[in-house]
């Protein structure tokens, strides 16, 4: 089984630190997880279909 | 296709586009809509993964907990953690993959590729919509998002 560099043991769980991504924003900005460090932070993932 | 969404709700929040299916390497799902919760330490203060819809009232009540009182139970907690990370994962690096193919116009590859990632890991469903996707634009990108298709879709194991 193919592993990639930088794969995790386990995935984070509630308790464990987030990990940090990049990613575009709809209005063309790079946005990261980081950038929003100090408040409470809700994610929600959809997809259009 | 995703500012159609964002412009009708009004949204005041800031939305990012995951093309690659980065955000399921690092957190691990394997379905949408999601919600995780970060506390203002970094630390998650919860987690659904899937079948997450704020208008249900336990739902809401859920997410107000976590925003109120940090960290809550936790749900999903696979056995033989190490095994299921390198599937998930080898599907989605398949799904990048095809992605990509898609970019240089090889459709057909990429649903070679999609498919072998299906047959990898049956449980993403990410990635199963995908194809569903490409082999019946009509059922996702005509009008409405046809859900009753895609429930019997998986009524019939596909």
Redesign the interface.
């Known amino acids: ?4 560099i930088g ?13 940090d ?1 990049l ?4 209005d063309g900005r790079h ?1 990261s ?1 980081s950038d929003y ?13 | 296709m995703v500012m159609p969404y964002v412009e009708a709700a009004k949204c005041t929040f800031v939305t990012l586009i995951d093309q690659q299916n980065r955000l399921s390497e690092l957190f691990g799902f394997k379905a949408v809509p999601n919600v995780v919760v970060i506390n203002e330490d970094g630390t998650i203060a919860g987690k659904q993964f899937g079948n997450f819809d704020i208008r249900r009232a336990s739902d809401f009540a859920m997410l107000s907990d976590w925003l109120r009182s940090g960290p809550a139970n936790n749900k999903d907690s696979p056995d033989n953690k190490e095994t299921a990370i390198e599937t998930h994962n080898y599907a989605i690096m398949l799904f990048q993959e095809g992605m990509k193919q898609v970019e240089d116009n090889n459709v057909n590859e990429a649903m070679r590729l999609w498919r072998l990632a299906v047959d990898v890991d049956p449980s993403n469903y990410v990635i199963r919509k995908q194809i569903w996707a490409i082999e019946n634009p009509e059922k996702f990108y005509d009008e409405d998002v046809d859900y009753a298709w895609q429930n019997d879709q998986l009524k019939k194991g596909q």
């Open positions: 089984m193919v592993r990639k794969t995790p043991d386990r995935y984070p769980d509630v308790g464990d630190l987030t990990p991504f990613l575009d924003s709809v946005v997880l460090i100090g408040r409470k932070i809700v994610i929600y993932m959809w997809a259009s279909w």
